[in-house]
């Protein structure tokens, strides 16, 4: 028999030794509001070295200190970007890649189809995605994920997942399952999560399961569905 179990946010966090990049969105428990956020963890100095910026609607991730920056081709990028009634989410330029094909009235996946893993070796870190589409006071979402189907990346798997949304309730992507060399690829499908009515609430309760150590960055934010106006919280370790 198929069960229906929600964990909180911080549990599902918490679980994980090293998350890597996570993704959720989903909607709050009111019904009221579209619900993302994006968190970044990082275990070399190079990684470590970012911040969060925003810009209008865009999240970029920036370096805290320029002159420490070793090899930007990974860790620099726009996270979340908006195109007419979308929000993109994603741990890499793909966010672009998804941007531009919107822009042609090609699809999230058509996007991603030109797209593959990370050419970390020997990680293989997956291109972890997400897009909100809204419409009519209410919203539809879809979470992918592009990972090697082999230790030596000779091919790349692609998995979409699309959701109605249901109040109080999210899902929650990530990069890695757990800390290692190499580190572990996530599996499965999204993660069910519960999602509060308090920004904040949601917030604080992802920033304090991460690894106190890796946790770099985090953005949460809360859309009104109802007149399109957003909330947003800002988190980074480095400032």
Known sequence: MQTYHINKISEAVAADPYVGRGIVIGKSADGKKAVSAYFIMGRSANSRNRVFDIDGETVWTAPFDPSKVEDPSLIIYAAVRAYENKLIVTNGDQTDTVFEFLKKGQ??????????????????????????????????????????????????????????????????????????????????????????????ELTEAIWNSLDEQNKISLFVRYTDLADGSYTYRLKNKNR
């Not at 090697?148 to 998995?159: F, I, V």
């Not at 757990?178 to 993660?191: H, S, V």
Request: charged content about 25%; aromatic content about 12%; hydrophobic content about 30%.
């Open 107 to 200: 699809s999230f996946e058509e996007a991603l189809e030109t797209r593959e893993f990370e050419p970390d070796h020997p990680n293989l870190t997956p291109r972890i995605s997400g897009m909100l589409t809204f419409d009519n006071g209410d919203f539809t979402y879809k979470m992918s994920i592009l990972k090697s189907e082999d230790e030596a990346g000779t091919a790349c798997g692609r998995y979409t997942y699309a959701y109605t949304p249901l109040a109080g309730l999210g899902h929650f992507i990530h990069t890695y399952a757990g800390d290692g060399n190499p580190l572990p690829t996530f599996c499965g499908e999204p993660e069910r999560v519960a999602i509060p009515d308090d920004i904040d």
